[in-house]
Antibody, heavy 117, light 108 residues
Framework: EVQLVQSGAEVKKPGATVKISCKVS????????MHWVQQAPGKGLEWMGL????????IYAEKFQGRVTITADTSTDTAYMELSSLRSEDTAVYYC??????????WGQGTLVTVSS | EITMTQSPATLSVSPGERATLSCRAS??????LAWYQHKPGQAPRLLIY???TRAPGIPDRFSGSGSGTEFTLTISSLQSEDFAVYYC??????????FGQGTKLEIK
């Protein structure tokens, strides 16, 4: 059974950095891209970027370029999403999701990040 | 960048009735479209990929159709568990992968 288990909720101050993890099981981690998707309160889903765990190559959405870093640790089958220079608009639930052919087959349970002074 | 537009924003339907949700792409995406169901507090769930192929375990009351720029998700006989927000997503031209803004399916 494929599982993506994300780290717990975070509360951060404006300007801080948050790093969320996504540990996978049930499939070969390096076989599929791992994506990160943001859902702000009352908003829809927004793609942030992806990592290819096989070689670490990343692609980021323009909106998050320069503030987001997505990595993959093949020794622990875990993907990470780091978002820096946090502001109130970054308050959101963040999901990791696998990609077998461009669509997102499996999703993590989501991690709520709250940015507040 | 491809923009995905869903309509309507909210759809009110009675249990047992049919629901039809639309998704339009700003340029052709062939059949590279997925639909997701999203309930509060849960992860999104893949329903349809390739515009019309049901994901494993998805009931056959869910069906997708369309190609190019116009797509439809139909739920043939609504069950109580189907009331949720539905998103379409294109994966033909990326980055970025783009989602529609969602259609909230609510009980009438």
């Amino acid at each position: 059974e494929v599982q993506l288990v994300q780290s717990g909720a975070e509360v951060k101050k404006p300007g801080a950095t948050v790093k969320i993890s996504c540990k996978v099981s049930g499939y070969t981690f390096t076989d599929y891209y791992m994506h990160w998707v943001q859902q702000a309160p009352g908003k829809g889903l927004e793609w942030m970027g992806l990592v290819d765990p096989e070689d670490g190559e990343t692609i980021y959405a323009e909106k998050f370029q320069g503030r987001v870093t997505i990595t993959a640790d093949t020794s622990t089958d875990t993907a990470y999403m780091e978002l820096s220079s946090l502001r109130s608009e970054d308050t959101a639930v963040y999901y990791c999701a696998t990609d077998s052919s461009g669509y997102f087959d499996y999703w993590g349970q989501g991690t709520l990040v709250t940015v507040s002074s | 960048e491809i923009t995905m537009t869903q309509s309507p924003a909210t759809l009110s339907v009675s249990p047992g009735e049919r629901a039809t949700l639309s998704c339009r792409a700003s340029q052709s995406i062939a059949g590279n479209l997925a639909w997701y169901q999203h309930k509060p507090g849960q992860a999104p769930r893949l329903l349809i990929y390739g515009a019309s192929t049901r994901a494993p375990g998805i009931p056959d009351r869910f069906s997708g159709s369309g190609s190019g720029t116009e797509f439809t998700l139909t739920i043939s006989s609504l069950q109580s568990e189907d009331f949720a927000v539905y998103y379409c997503q294109q994966y033909n031209n990326w980055p970025p992968y783009s989602f529609g803004q969602g259609t909230k399916l609510e009980i009438k």
